[in-house]
């Protein structure tokens, strides 16, 4: 299925994942880009408040759009998304962990300004093996129309 403007309304709920967090590329995407002790080492996450190795809130992002990119958005007519909003990170995420999680449709309209195109906003939860909530955030991505060229 090709995902067009037309194919998300208000209420749709499309379901993300699975994927399993593996420690050498928790550990590798924060060492390149949040190199946090309690995102690098074991030992020195011991010491931390949260006492063990947890992933970094942008590899989660990262694995959320990895999620969202198998699910829908490579068959998509998807043109540029201007940003997220209301990003939270609300439990820790560790090596093993499985994570899913569902995006809703919050606002689907089309564009003012190019009638080839519509915006649609979503509101996205994502999960652990245990239906734990560990992120939440809102997202905003801009979709040809299937009508237009």
């Known amino acids: 299925m090709l995902w067009s403007f037309e ?4 209420g749709l709920e499309i379901e993300i994942g699975p994927y399993r967090v593996k420690q ?10 949040d190199p946090q002790p309690f995102h690098l080492d074991e030992a020195l996450a011991g010491e931390s408040a ?6 970094s ?4 992002l990262s694995v959320f759009m990895r999620m969202q990119c198998d699910a829908f958005l490579n068959d998509s007519t998807i043109i540029v998304s201007p940003g997220v909003d209301r990003v939270r990170w609300i439990e820790p995420v560790r090596a093993n962990d ?3 999680g569902k995006v ?4 689907a309209r089309l564009s003012k300004s190019k009638p080839s195109m519509g915006i649609v ?3 996205a939860k994502i999960c652990n093996q245990y239906n734990t909530i560990v992120s939440t955030l809102s997202t905003k991505a801009m979709f ?3 009508s237009c060229p």
């Open 7 to 10: 194919s998300f309304f208000e």
């Open 121 to 123: 906003t979503c509101d």
């Open 144 to 146: 040809k129309r299937a």
């Open 104 to 107: 809703v449709v919050t606002e």
């Open 24 to 33: 050498d590329e928790m550990i590798e995407f924060a060492r390149k880009f």
């Open 50 to 55: 949260i006492g063990e190795l947890i992933a």
């Open 98 to 100: 499985v994570l899913d």
């Open 57 to 60: 809130g942008w590899y989660i």
